[in-house]
């Protein structure tokens, strides 16, 4: 099946009962984890056609014709999104095992809403567990992203 | 005061954190090595029993199968899973296999 | 273990699978449910994205949403804001976090038909469920949970709400904002010239099937929605709830809560200003 995956097509022989998840990592894509192949964690998530989903739970299959996007392809090559940028400088990343996940619901939270309040950034955020680090650094990385890229816009 | 310095009283991005945001192959489950092999785990259904006997003959009968590990073909290496740093205080008492199994999903 | 992966293009074709492959073949909305949980004898895939199913209609007959709509779509639909108080918004809110919601479609759903904080606010307010099991078929929710048991193959085709709402309310309560509900409740109620016409009080997770509790309803009506039918609503729905335990409560936990979010609910159906 035709699907692409951070901006490059993909022509590819897909199994019936696979997951999305694995697709992507048997195709390469790394940064997308499992973390409880479950529907739990989050840790898989990634944007199809925009909307960030648990790749774990979602069959390979209906993933025909769709755009996808993971972590990998939040920028190009060698530079960072302001997401993580933010997550770095705000000390929101401990062992990472959580991160490309959180940046994925975070990359769609900012796309729809360029200024989300706290209650929203955690209510987003819920669907993403981090043992290390919590939820204070990347609520506070979600707001310095979103501050910085009303910013760019702005200006 | 902050100014004297280069390091003390600045924040500093961690040396590893652009490979973790960015999703770089860094973590165990992410090495793909050429010839590698797979391990599939049998955990113990039973929360708290003796491993009386395991038969490993059709699982190493199977086609791909290179080995099966169990407690009979493995040393018997006790270490801490509590790992604050060596030399570890806390006691060596875990096995890798164990005859015993002490939760459901352990190693068996 | 899945073989086959099909993308029907409209219900006919997805029902007619559905019949030949028999227990072989389940439909799959967003698939979080199935793809986690696919019991040993299926083989078979039918997904549903491709069957014409989105969308959310408003005419003057009401509401209709279509069985591929997610509970994003849903919580999205602005006029559901305020449309019996918001209910749809404020239940959907507490579901499981976006991730979960950007995928998981209202059809996939009511088709599993547990587990769920959906089921009771529709049940509440009044919704019908629209499917296809060789004709197309509308009835009330209840009547096709209750009507259900044969198990005969049906296509959920949408939900369909009538235009004329009320006040409602939702509780539900888990041991964390993430969690599923140990109990949920939710009330729907109408009032004419100021006595309750039309009353639900639905308790969900119990841990079975939501259901409305008649009697504890039936009683309201007649009456001014005041404090001390509150009262006596919520008594009477805490004595005849029937609920059993779990590993995640007690039967006896799960009366109490249902004291207690029945009377939340009633209160702010009522207009009162209810902690928590």
Not at chain 3, 61 to 70: E, K, L, P, Q
Not at chain 3, 135 to 146: I, N
Request: proline residues 5%.
């Amino acid at each position: 099946m035709k699907f692409s995956v951070n901006q490059r097509l993909f022509d590819k022989e897909v199994d019936a009962g696979e997951s999305l998840l694995d697709l992507l990592r048997r195709l390469g894509f790394k940064g997308v984890k499992n973390g409880c192949d479950n529907g739990d964690c989050g840790t898989c998530a990634v944007l199809v056609d925009g909307r960030a989903i648990t790749s774990c739970d979602y069959p390979a299959p209906a993933a025909e014709g769709k755009r996808i996007l993971t972590v990998e392809g939040l920028a190009p090559d060698g530079q960072l999104h302001p997401l993580q940028a933010a997550f770095l400088d705000t000390g929101a990343v401990q062992c990472g095992f959580c991160t490309p996940g959180m940046l994925i619901s975070a990359a769609e939270l900012l796309d729809r809403d360029p200024d989300p309040s706290e209650d929203v950034i955690r209510a987003t955020l819920r669907g993403n567990l981090c043992r290390c680090t919590g939820y204070v650094k990347p609520v506070e990385a979600v707001q310095l992203a979103a501050a910085r890229m009303r910013e760019v816009n702005d200006g | 005061m902050a100014d004297a310095f280069n390091v003390v009283g600045r924040s500093e991005r961690r040396v590893d954190g652009k490979a973790l945001v960015t999703g770089r192959p860094v973590f165990a489950g992410d090495l793909e090595l050429p010839g590698m092999l797979h391990i599939a785990v049998l955990g113990s259904p039973h929360a708290h029993a003796r491993i009386m006997g395991i038969r490993t003959d059709e699982a190493e009968s199977l086609d791909g199968v290179a080995l099966v590990l169990t407690h009979a073909n493995t040393p018997t290496v006790r270490y801490t899973t509590a790992g604050q740093g060596h030399p570890e205080p806390s006691p060596y008492d875990t096995r890798m296999f164990d005859e015993k199994v002490r939760f459901v999903g352990v190693l068996a | 273990m899945i073989t086959s992966y099909l993308h029907p293009e409209s219900v006919e074709e997805a029902f007619a699978t559905l019949q030949q492959q028999g227990q072989r073949a389940r439909l799959l909305g967003g698939g979080t449910d199935l793809t986690l949980h696919t019991p040993t004898e299926v083989t078979t895939f039918i997904d549903l994205s491709r069957a014409g199913l989105d969308g959310i209609t408003a005419d003057d007959t009401g509401f209709h949403i279509g069985a591929s709509t997610t509970l994003t779509d849903l919580l999205d639909y602005r006029p559901f804001a305020d449309f019996w108080s918001g209910v749809l918004h404020t239940m959907l809110a507490q579901v499981a976090s976006p991730l979960h919601r950007n995928a998981a479609s209202i059809g996939g759903h009511l088709a599993r038909g547990r587990l769920s904080d959906v089921i009771p606010v529709l049940l509440a307010i009044d919704a019908n469920v629209s499917f296809f099991d060789g004709t197309y078929c509308e009835m009330p929710l209840a009547e096709f949970y209750s009507t259900r048991k044969n198990r005969t193959p049906v296509v959920v085709t949408g939900v369909h709400l009538g235009p004329d709402d009320g006040m409602a309310a939702f509780r539900k309560f888990a041991r964390t904002t993430y969690d599923l509900a140990i109990l949920n409740v939710a009330c729907g109620i109408r009032l004419e010239s100021g006595l309750v016409s039309w009353a639900r009080i639905v308790v969900g997770e119990r841990p079975t099937l939501a259901v409305n509790l008649v009697d504890a309803s039936a009683d309201l009506v007649g009456h001014p929605l005041d404090g001390e039918a509150i009262g006596q609503a919520a008594e009477k729905a805490r004595e005849s709830v029937e609920v059993r335990s779990d590993p995640r409560a007690s039967a006896d936990y799960r009366r109490h809560l249902a004291g207690v979010l029945v009377h939340r609910c009633l209160s702010e159906a009522a207009g009162a200003e209810v902690y928590a």
